[in-house]
């Protein structure tokens, strides 16, 4: 079992949907999660950063963390055919420590 | 803007044949990273410098080497290329850890292939 798991997808969605995007996690010591954008042929983008449980909210953007699930989620409002790209989830036990990225999950947003 | 360079964009090299592979950056950021990423996988570290000091990922192969001359410039040598190398290469970097910051700042990738 990996340590985070992540749909592969595709996810496709119309133009103005609520999308939501999902992690799990079995390493209960991670305490900061992540959220990357990808485009196609490109690097990552970080999106999102937060520390320990809670929500946090940019823009279109909301992460949550439920820690006593290890699942978190990334949830992007009135989406955009923009948007259309791979998420992936990464995460980490401390400061300092590496990242255990998900495999990303690809998301289609049609006009 | 502050940024992370990679050069070239797009490299192809043959079989055997030694590639180096460059990372910039201007975030003057301690940590710099190498990953690989293959078609739809996360991407795999292969090593790090924290300032100076090198951190080589147990699973890494010995056909991959690193130099960090300076804070800005870090590089990736692929000795002996192999057909199984071909992948994008993504160089990130980030700060010394300060409370809970902790983001890693990724560069644009350089995709590699091997004929």
Same mark, same amino acid.
């Given at each position: 079992q990996k340590e985070v798991e992540q749909d592969p997808g595709p996810l496709s969605v119309p133009e103005g949907a609520i999308v939501s995007l999902n992690c799990t996690y079995s390493n209960s010591a991670f305490q900061y999660f992540m959220w990357y954008r990808q485009y196609s042929r490109k690097g990552p983008e970080l999106l999102m950063y937060t520390y320990s449980s809670g929500n946090k909210e940019d823009g279109r953007f909301t992460a949550q963390v439920d820690k006593s699930s290890k699942y978190i989620s990334l949830f992007i409002r009135d989406?955009?055919?923009?948007?259309?790209a791979t998420y992936l989830c990464a995460m980490s036990p401390g400061a300092g420590n590496m990242l255990t990225f998900g495999g990303g999950t690809r998301l289609m947003v049609k006009p | 803007d502050a940024m992370v360079i990679q050069n070239p964009r797009y490299q192809v090299t043959q079989f055997g044949k030694p590639v180096t592979l460059s990372c910039s950056q201007t975030l003057n950021h301690n940590v710099m990273y190498w990953y690989q990423q293959k078609s739809s996988q996360a991407p795999k570290l292969l090593f790090h410098y924290y300032d100076k000091d090198f951190n080589n990922e147990a $699973?890494?192969? $010995?056909n991959f080497q690193s130099r960090r001359p300076n804070t800005s410039f870090c590089f990736l040598d692929i000795r002996s290329p192999g057909l199984g190398d071909a992948a994008m290469y993504l160089c990130a970097t980030s700060r010394e850890p300060q409370g809970n910051r902790y983001e890693q700042y990724f560069g644009p990738g350089t995709r590699l292939t091997v004929t």
């Open positions: 989406s955009q055919p923009s948007d259309s | $699973d890494t192969p $010995d």
